[in-house]
């Protein structure tokens, strides 16, 4: 079965240090990949999507993201982080058209900026 | 452009009340999807249209949820009874090429 497993809950960065955000797929085809932020009250909005050829994709706010094929991953990253991007983070594998052609969501990652 | 509309924001309701939700989808996307999210998770699918045409309601809990998208563009999703359990924020999303536009969400609260 499809499945996305975000495995930190909840991460806390000093403003202006790195960020990483990990995010392990399981899906037998390529993957479809899209990186989510939710502010508290609002919907989702698209960070980034990965549908094939370059491997590193730059997406909105200074994110990029990493495809592993070998390591089923597609880590999210930002080389400094601001305090407006405290927010909840998801992870999303899209399913093929002929397989539902839904997204299927990870748990999320709380993200805590300190000042 | 406009993005994905959601309304109402927020509604609270007794159990074994009803309620609906509408959404209005971004203009020209064939794809609309109703999700459901519960506290401190990810969003998980009640059902997708492409156009009229329900494509996948298999999540949708039939006895009590209902949706429809009349004409292929906005799209209702309707709770009765509600029970305590449906507290959540329902979502509506979007979609051409294959990535998702989401609204802001209806948050239900039942009582």
């Known amino acids: 079965a499809q499945s996305v497993t975000q495995p930190d809950i909840h991460i806390t960065v000093s403003e202006g240090a790195s960020l990483e955000l990990r995010c392990n797929y399981s899906y037998g085809a390529t993957p479809y990949l899209f990186w989510y932020v939710q502010s508290p009250g609002q919907g989702l909005q698209l960070l980034l999507k990965?549908?094939?050829?370059?491997?590193l994709v730059q997406g909105i706010k200074g994110f990029e993201a990493e495809f592993k094929r070998s390591q089923s991953s597609f880590n999210l990253r930002k080389p400094s982080v601001h305090w407006s991007d405290a927010a909840e983070y998801f992870c999303?594998?899209?399913?093929?058209?002929?397989?539902?052609?839904?997204?299927?969501f990870g748990q999320g990652t709380e993200l805590s900026v300190k000042p | 452009e406009a993005g994905v509309v959601q309304s109402p924001r927020y509604k609270i309701i007794e159990k074994k009340q009803p309620v609906a939700f509408w959404c209005n989808p971004i203009?020209?996307?064939?794809?609309l999807y109703w999700y459901r999210q519960n506290l401190g998770q990810g969003p998980e699918l009640l059902i997708r249209y492409e156009n009229e045409e329900a494509v996948d309601d298999s999540q949708l809990p039939k006895d009590r949820f209902s949706a429809e998208r009349l004409k292929g563009v906005d799209s209702t999703l309707k709770i009765q009874p509600a029970e305590l359990g449906d507290s959540a924020v329902y979502l509506c999303a979007s979609s051409l090429t294959g990535e998702a536009f989401f609204g802001q969400g209806t948050r239900l609260t039942v009582v």
């Open positions: 999303a594998v899209g399913l093929l058209y002929n397989q539902g052609g839904k997204l299927i």
């Open positions: 990965y549908f094939s050829g370059d491997t």
């Open positions: 203009s020209g996307h064939n794809t």
